[in-house]
């Protein structure tokens, strides 16, 4: 014997479990007619599109759709009146508020239960973020692609201008590992941050780990986050600086002392500008006439020309027995990130803090 209206009751019960299923689900679940006139909107179309329940129902689907992409309706009411299943597809959609969110949308026909299409059910997935994460990564690529073929510009320089002043290739060879090595330092900086820039108390560090003797330099200065290209340039002031000293200067010796400052002023022509100012003092060496700097020639166009023609500013590179400073002045645009709420306020570190 069959229970008619237990049947009833497992009708009911399952339909209520749809019904549960499609309120809660995290997709817009919407339902329209052949008219295109919308039947059904559960939550998460209220939460995609900003409108309620009673607002939707009862009004044309064509409200979410931007203008220029009206004809997409067209379209997917001609594939549904002939029974086909629209293929799931990424498209813009209209919300409320007029914002366009980025949506995947699945189409699919509703038959009544004589077989007829009357409508269809449209399944829509906010893409947004991963539009959005798509678009960034996009953006990095061209970035990388663009810095990786200035790194090739640079290491040719590099090659061109050292090889002009080195007659022994293992010397050659040795001055090249270096400065590519230093390139590469600034870079992996900088990729760590998504090319966003680079701290520059960790540029400094990063570049002058190699030396040892961290007791001995001392930073001074403003937390500041560097662009990419002031980056590159200083990272590649800060290696030369750092070779000569290891070399011939402060840090050759335990008693020498490096002390880099730096800080924001106004510059000769108004506007805020970036001043650091490198500094080191040693006992002088037997025979020692301020030349040394310049012996191998490419550090002097990194200080001289190079990084402070990249950064649109000036630098004054001086040497005397016992001596040297370098001093780079610059506009603050083009050195740092800006930052909302402006600079912190200056601080001085040893080189190990």
Do not use: C
């Not at 004589?114 to 906010?126: K, V």
């Not at 390139?183 to 780990?209: C, M, N, P, Y």
């Not at 200065?221 to 980056?231: K, M, R, W």
């Not at 880099?260 to 100012?277: C, D, H, M, P, Y």
């Amino acid at each position: 014997m069959i229970d008619i209206d237990g049947g009833d009751k497992h009708g009911a019960t399952a339909d209520a479990r749809l019904a549960a299923i499609v309120d809660s689900s995290f997709d817009a679940i919407i339902s329209k007619d052949l008219n295109s006139i919308i039947q059904s909107w559960n939550q998460a179309a209220e939460r995609m599109f900003g409108y309620s329940a009673e607002e939707a129902i009862g009004q044309s689907i064509l409200m979410l759709i931007p203008d220029h992409l009206k004809s997409e309706e067209t379209e997917i009411i001609t594939k549904v009146r002939s029974g086909d299943r629209v293929a799931s597809y990424e498209t813009t959609r209209k919300r409320k508020d007029g914002m366009l969110i980025s949506v995947s949308l699945t189409v699919s026909p509703i038959k009544s239960e004589g077989g007829e299409i009357i409508g269809a059910s449209q399944i829509a997935r906010d893409i947004s973020a991963a539009k959005e994460s798509e678009r960034r990564i996009r953006l990095l690529m061209r970035e990388v692609n663009h810095r990786v073929k200035n790194q090739f510009a640079v290491i040719l320089s590099m090659v061109r201008e050292t090889s002009k002043r080195s007659s022994d290739p293992y010397e050659f060879e040795e001055l090249i590992r270096a400065r590519i090595m230093a390139l590469s330092r600034s870079h992996d900086l900088l990729v760590t941050s998504e090319w966003a820039g680079a701290s520059l108390f960790d540029l400094i560090q990063e570049h002058l780990k190699p030396f040892g003797r961290e007791e001995q330099i001392l930073l001074s200065g403003p937390v500041l986050t560097l662009q990419s290209n002031a980056v590159q340039n200083l990272g590649m002031a800060f290696h030369e600086l750092g070779t000569n000293s290891s070399k011939y200067g402060a840090l050759a010796s335990d008693a020498g002392r490096v002390e880099i400052t730096w800080k924001i002023g106004s510059g000769a022509v108004g506007g805020r500008e970036f001043q650091l100012l490198w500094e080191e003092t040693s006992l002088p060496r037997p025979g020692d006439k301020g030349e040394q700097i310049a012996r191998k020639g490419f550090g002097t166009v990194v200080l001289q020309r190079v990084a402070p023609q990249s950064l649109g500013g000036s630098a004054v590179l001086e040497r005397s027995p016992g001596h040297l400073s370098w001093r780079l002045d610059a506009p603050l645009a083009s050195i740092i990130v800006p930052q909302a709420g402006g600079e912190d306020d200056g601080a001085a570190l040893g080189f190990g803090s």
